[in-house]
């Protein structure tokens, strides 16, 4: 289970790799006296980490990725951060690089990860469509002794070495507590889209875990849309049409929110509070030019390079986290000329570890 949202602000590199594994070495040596350093298989290994002597090997190494598929800006950021990791960051630790993407078949995915073990891949990370079959193929590959990196999601509790994601069920409880504040009562809509990169329904379990302690506020609707500005306009306007008074909404990301405000500009009501936006470009922008009061999440496209810093951690046996949850930075409007980049076009994400000319390039118009 993920940590409590306190713990959500909790960074964890490649230095605190080195200090944990070195602190579990110290309490052999002092106690004891020893004489010779024990094996690093006989290092214990911290509760809620694993010890990956067995998937050590010399490189340089094959790495293998099975994407859902850049469908999306919040995708196309993300693996960009991965190929920077394997192709930059990490060039002289890596022979090859096979990134195939699933286009959001599960059928595919499970046929990409056949092709991948069959080129003898050394470690297989994967951003997993959440189906049976996918499963099953993550666990052949576990089965055939080849380590898996899950990013941003699980898959039908399929077996993996190390799991990195955002926790979004403290991303939901963190924007429906701002939202309660932001209000002195009235109506609040949910509006939350699927797929997405993380997971709708714990985002979900989290809104309602902390609306439901608030009495001054009525959830008076709750909506799924797909993943598109416009289905996000039509059920906004479905929402409109059906309650004379909105006075607070919840998304789960900026698409959904850029969605909310066209649909109230249209009907000519006044935008109400939104919570749950992130970094991306297009909203910025959509906030920026209609003044709008939000609270916002940054989305996590650069946790793509956090799983290539376990990659290299797995393959050179150093211990790692069972469950490495990713960062996140809120921020509101007041934060948007910090944020918000008018010279880049709508798909680039603010919060991202690459250089600038890979910025410039993806996203310069």
């Given at each position: 289970m993920a940590p409590d949202r306190t713990t959500t602000q909790q960074r964890m590199n490649r230095r605190e790799f080195i200090r944990v594994a070195t602190g579990a070495a110290l309490a052999l040596f002092v106690p004891a006296c020893r004489r010779t350093s024990p094996s690093p298989s006989a290092l214990p290994v911290p509760s809620g980490w694993v010890d990956?002597?067995?998937?050590?090997?010399?490189?340089?190494?094959?790495?293998?990725?099975?994407?859902?598929?850049?469908?999306s800006s919040w995708m196309v950021m993300f693996s960009a951060h991965i190929a920077y990791g394997i192709r930059v960051k990490y060039k002289e630790r890596f022979k090859e690089y096979f990134d195939l993407p699933a286009n959001w078949d599960p059928n595919k995915q499970v046929q990409d990860i056949e092709k991948l073990l069959a080129k003898g891949i050394d470690l297989l990370l994967i951003d997993p469509i959440d189906h049976a079959a996918v499963a099953q193929g993550i666990q052949e590959a576990m089965d055939r002794g080849i380590p898996v990196v899950l990013a941003s999601s699980t898959a039908q509790n399929a077996p993996y070495v190390s799991l990195v994601a955002l926790n979004e069920e403290a991303r939901g409880s963190t924007c429906a507590d701002w939202l309660s504040r932001a209000m002195a009562g009235g109506n609040v809509a949910i509006l939350a889209s699927q797929p997405t990169a993380g997971d709708h329904r714990a985002w979900l379990r989290g809104v309602h875990r902390a609306?439901?302690?608030?009495?001054?506020?009525?959830?008076?609707?709750?909506?799924?849309?797909?993943?598109?500005?416009?289905?996000?306009?039509?059920?906004?306007?479905?929402?409109?049409?059906?309650?004379?008074?909105?006075?607070?909404?919840?998304?789960?990301?900026?698409?959904?929110?850029?969605?909310?405000?066209?649909?109230?500009?249209?009907?000519?009501?006044?935008?109400?509070?939104?919570?749950?936006?992130?970094?991306?470009?297009?909203?910025?922008?959509?906030?920026?030019?209609?003044?709008?009061?939000?609270?916002?999440?940054?989305?996590?496209?650069?946790?793509?390079?956090?799983?290539?810093?376990?990659?290299?951690?797995?393959?050179s046996g150093n211990a790692v986290p069972v469950y490495l949850e990713f960062p996140y930075e809120i921020f509101d409007e007041s934060a948007l000329d910090r944020y918000y980049r008018p010279d880049l076009s709508d798909h680039y994400w603010a919060a991202h570890d690459l250089p600038e000319d890979w910025i410039e390039k993806m996203f310069k118009p």
């Open positions: 990956t002597q067995r998937y050590k090997k010399p490189g340089p190494w094959r790495i293998g990725r099975s994407g859902r598929g850049d469908l609306l439901d302690a608030q009495s001054h506020i009525r959830q008076v609707k709750e909506s799924t849309c797909f993943w598109s500005v416009p289905a996000a306009k039509e059920a906004t306007k479905a929402i409109l049409n059906q309650f004379s008074a909105i006075d607070g909404v919840l998304v789960n990301n900026g698409v959904v929110a850029q969605g909310v405000v066209e649909a109230f500009v249209e009907k000519g009501r006044a935008i109400p509070p939104i919570a749950g936006a992130d970094d991306w470009n297009g909203w910025l922008r959509t906030a920026k030019e209609h003044h709008v009061h939000f609270i916002g999440l940054t989305g996590g496209a650069n946790l793509g390079l956090r799983c290539v810093d376990l990659a290299v951690e797995i393959l």
